[in-house]
């Protein structure tokens, strides 16, 4: 392999892969990426065996291309070298099997060693005819409104993923730690012949994010062991969680006995200050009430305690007392964007449904506390 | 204890006080900032036993003082709450012994728990007639190009403080970890009667930069056991370690076979990018060799290695090779200022000193590493 390329380039491709670079260190190759010159142009690609990242550098792209050639580089000092120099020609060359020289045009030279390219992975990355598109910040923003609310915990691994399901012309997302729940529903601009209903690690999804650009159109090929998501050069796979996610369809209730408006930013203020009280307690607990027209907010712990209230809409005129999670609450409240949003309550052992104003394709839910 | 004070004026105080809290949870009332309201004003206190710092709010800007009084407040809720808060007049009065209530303009209330007063360390802050007097940012300069050489390890406990002499009108800081060496002198507008020649603990002088504000003079009141730094209304004060300092003065050399004259930036970025490849490697050597007038640095570890070279004036003309940490190094050129620097040289098992050009008041040494 021999090729000469601009050093910001390249640097942009290796960022892409280097996010499903191994953060363990089981297996060496796994630290390496590849990289494969042909006459398209040089394409990267690095994998965890969990998530696959493959990026194209067009050949238009490339400088110069001398000799074709495939070699899996060692990543970690690349990846640093890269991010310190700043931008220059780099002549690239194979001068033996197993080491990888970079020459700059002032004449730096760093030599990478090389891992055998048997030894990597070799990771099917073939997409299919049939595909979804999805407008990428719509994703972006439906994948940050959800992903929040999966479990951490690995006793109930299927509630660690996203559950994606698309249905004729709806995709929805749902992710759910058994105490809280979040649902976005995007329209697809086609309907889809075949139903799909799957489960996508969260850690994968984050990484996700960071690749996705958010000016283009992105495709998802889904397959029964594995998801792609491609766009443009780059090509993103992820495996899933097997097994079947719970149905969550019947415990968001329809109707509501309570139905309050309030503006979101006040309403966030406070119970981040009732955060500040109630941490020392599990739990982080706080109390919410609602008379006529007015919210009241109650928080304590051993050393202090705090009481807020603030005007709001309360549609049904009923009162009600309520407890939660200020944690739980901040972080669903976080990812709402209208200036007011809906409370929307069936009594106090029933679960809290948050709203935007406007929006029924975002839904918000948490199981409220007993404090009794 | 009843006032009213606009938050924002409370708060300032609150933070610079806050620098002191004890980290650790073993003594309860350490937790604690002592509110305490008399005819000068709000004087806030707060201690971990060997930091201490004390602010007071001057009368004319407190809002209204009904009733003097000192009480122990709980910290961690009422930093967090000032902190959330926006601006606001608050309200703020001891309702039994041992509780405070904190009510602002909006109607919100907070409850604080507090401490018996008594069994707050009875702390003397007392100044004395003798003092020195520094402009604080040349101070605060002096502590950032100094203090990062301190040892960090206990086995040598006076090399984790920084050293402060003062003979005549020389103010001399220094630090050292025995591997290399920071050495800063600044002189006074006029000279002290008194030689001075303490220890600094490490934390509590990198806790004091927070404190300091850049624009005034600050003074420095030393004792046998204790130091003290006023500045306006903040007064700052440490502990000191006790023992003697190395006499570091020999160790320092004055004459010198290589002098090499360098643009420091692109110094600095080589042995940056040096550092990524050797940094898997014991110690992080660098290997560094003069012929005539280039420099060439060139680093190694089991997956990579790297040669950079750069032009250099070369004032003595002799040939030299010498190797050294490049994290050591780096540190040592992040405190220098000048566009271009010296690096002077006896031979390759002599101390490296760096200078600035133009400035004799600061001295960076590191001891080169044997590679043989």
Not at 241 to 267: A, C, Q, V, W
Not at 291 to 308: D, P, Q, V
Not at 339 to 353: A, C, D, F, T
């Amino acid at each position: 392999m021999k090729l000469l390329i601009e050093k910001n380039i390249l640097q942009e491709s290796l960022n892409y892969v280097s996010k499903a670079l191994s953060t363990k260190n089981i297996i060496p190759v796994l630290n390496g990426i590849k990289f494969e010159l042909n006459n398209e142009g040089l394409s990267l690609t690095a994998t965890d065996n969990d998530i696959t990242i493959k990026t194209l550098i067009d050949k238009k792209d490339i400088k110069k291309i001398e000799e074709e050639g495939c070699t899996v580089i060692y990543s970690k000092s690349l990846l640093e070298i890269m991010r310190k120099l700043s931008n220059t020609d780099i002549l690239i060359e194979n001068f033996e099997d197993n080491k990888i020289s970079f020459t700059t045009e002032s004449g730096a030279v760093y030599n990478f060693s090389c891992f055998l390219k048997e030894d990597f992975p070799n990771i099917n990355l073939e997409t299919k005819q049939d595909y979804i598109k999805v407008n990428s910040n719509d994703l972006k923003t439906m994948i940050n409104q959800t992903v929040f609310a999966c479990s951490l915990q690995e006793s109930r691994p299927l509630l660690t993923g996203v559950n994606i399901k698309i249905t004729g012309d709806l995709l929805e997302c749902i992710a759910t730690d058994s105490y809280r729940l979040s649902k976005k529903i995007i329209k697809l601009d086609s309907p889809t012949t075949e139903n799909i209903n799957i489960i996508v690690p969260s850690r994968n999804i984050n990484e996700l994010i960071k690749v996705i650009d958010s000016d283009d159109e992105i495709e998802i090929h889904t397959f029964s062991n594995k998801i792609i998501f491609k766009q443009e050069n780059i090509i993103f796979q992820s495996s899933l969680l097997n097994g079947t996610y719970p149905n969550t369809d019947n415990s968001i209730p329809r109707d509501f006995k309570y139905k309050i408006k309030l503006n979101l930013k006040e309403f966030y203020n406070i119970i981040d200050r009732a955060s500040s009280i109630s941490q020392s307690k599990d739990k982080n607990i706080v109390d919410f009430e609602i008379i006529k027209n007015k919210l009241i907010i109650k928080a304590a712990s051993l050393e202090s305690k705090m009481e807020e209230s603030m005007n709001v809409e309360n549609e049904t005129e009923n009162d009600i007392k309520i407890s939660f999670s200020a944690k739980f609450m901040l972080e669903a409240l976080k990812i709402l964007e209208t200036e007011e949003i809906y409370i929307l309550l069936n009594g106090e052992i029933s679960p809290i449904i948050l709203k935007e104003t406007g929006n029924e394709n975002l839904i918000e839910l948490i199981l409220p506390m007993k404090t009794f």
